[in-house]
């Protein structure tokens, strides 16, 4: 089958679109408002950009009605987010934190989970999650939509300082992926962990391009 996803039905019972680009990782991210208010949601449209310096980007749709998600304005009142890596221990608390509820709310309190101080955001972190990124905000490019849900922002970010319990590093010195079990989105209601690893190398690779890979500076 083919369809131009602007004119066209795709004829199926569910839209495949967001099916396609997975498994995608969750940005659990919190953030706190000018009142001081907590927020904690979760965006499947989350990335790394680049290492050096470490960079990330999250796109958030507006709400039907047009008001932008309460994440977007904290990080570019306050200047800050922090990303919560989202495990399957903590799957039922990354779900409820995605209920759509005043903005006066404090989401932590409402998916029961432990604020955690950062260092350099004003904001919290949670407390239960193995892995945190506090990323100081940089822009937000806006692109219109087809509908008021459909434009959408992108936040651009740069890590400032990374948090990674002890115990989630292997006796490899790597994050012990395995382990921790970070859920990711597939579309639709569903959602994976990772349960098997394999490695790739380029044949015959330079130095540089193994640590490009490996996300070391030369």
Same mark, same amino acid.
């Given at each position: 089958?083919?369809?131009?996803?602007?004119?066209?039905?795709?004829?199926?019972?569910?839209?495949?679109?967001?099916?396609?680009?997975?498994?995608?990782?969750?940005?659990?991210?919190?953030?706190?408002?000018?009142?001081?208010? !907590?927020?904690?949601?979760?965006?499947?449209? $989350?990335?790394?950009?680049?290492?050096?310096? =470490?960079?990330?980007?999250? #796109?958030?749709?507006?709400?039907?009605?047009?008001?932008?998600?309460d994440?977007?304005?904290?990080?570019?009142?306050?200047g800050?987010?922090? $990303?919560?890596?989202?495990?399957?221990?903590?799957?039922?608390?990354?779900?409820?934190?995605?209920?759509?509820? &005043?903005?006066?709310?404090?989401?932590? !309190?409402?998916?029961?989970? /432990?604020?955690?101080?950062? @260092?350099?955001?004003?904001?919290?972190?949670?407390?239960?999650?193995?892995?945190?990124?506090?990323?100081?905000?940089?822009?937000?490019?806006?692109?219109?939509?087809?509908? &008021?849900?459909?434009?959408v922002? @992108?936040v651009? !970010?740069?890590?400032?300082?990374?948090?990674?319990?002890?115990?989630? @590093?292997?006796?490899?010195?790597?994050?012990?992926?395995k382990?921790?079990?970070?859920?990711?989105?597939?579309?639709?209601?569903?959602? /994976?962990?990772? +349960?098997?690893?394999?490695?790739?190398?380029? =044949? +015959?690779?330079? !130095? #540089?391009?193994?640590?490009?890979?490996?996300?070391? =500076?030369?």
């Amino acid at each position: 089958m083919h369809y131009n996803p602007t004119t066209d039905r795709h004829g199926l019972k569910f839209n495949p679109f967001k099916s396609c680009t997975v498994p995608r990782p969750i940005g659990w991210l919190s953030s706190i408002s000018p009142e001081g208010v !907590a927020n904690l949601a979760p965006y499947s449209q $989350w990335q790394n950009l680049t290492f050096d310096p =470490p960079m990330v980007m999250f #796109a958030a749709n507006q709400y039907p009605d047009g008001r932008r998600k309460d994440t977007v304005l904290n990080a570019e009142r306050s200047g800050w987010f922090a $990303w919560n890596m989202a495990t399957y221990d903590l799957r039922e608390a990354v779900n409820i934190s995605a209920s759509a509820v &005043p903005s006066d709310i404090d989401e932590f !309190a409402l998916a029961g989970v /432990t604020k955690a101080a950062c @260092i350099d955001a004003p904001c919290p972190r949670v407390a239960e999650s193995p892995i945190h990124f506090e990323c100081r905000y940089l822009s937000t490019h806006r692109l219109q939509g087809n509908s &008021p849900e459909g434009t959408v922002d @992108i936040v651009f !970010a740069r890590v400032e300082r990374i948090h990674i319990k002890d115990d989630a @590093i292997g006796a490899d010195g790597k994050i012990d992926v395995k382990k921790l079990r970070p859920i990711a989105r597939l579309g639709y209601y569903d959602y /994976t962990v990772v +349960n098997e690893i394999f490695e790739m190398r380029m =044949p +015959n690779a330079s !130095a #540089a391009e193994l640590a490009g890979l490996e996300g070391s =500076p030369r």
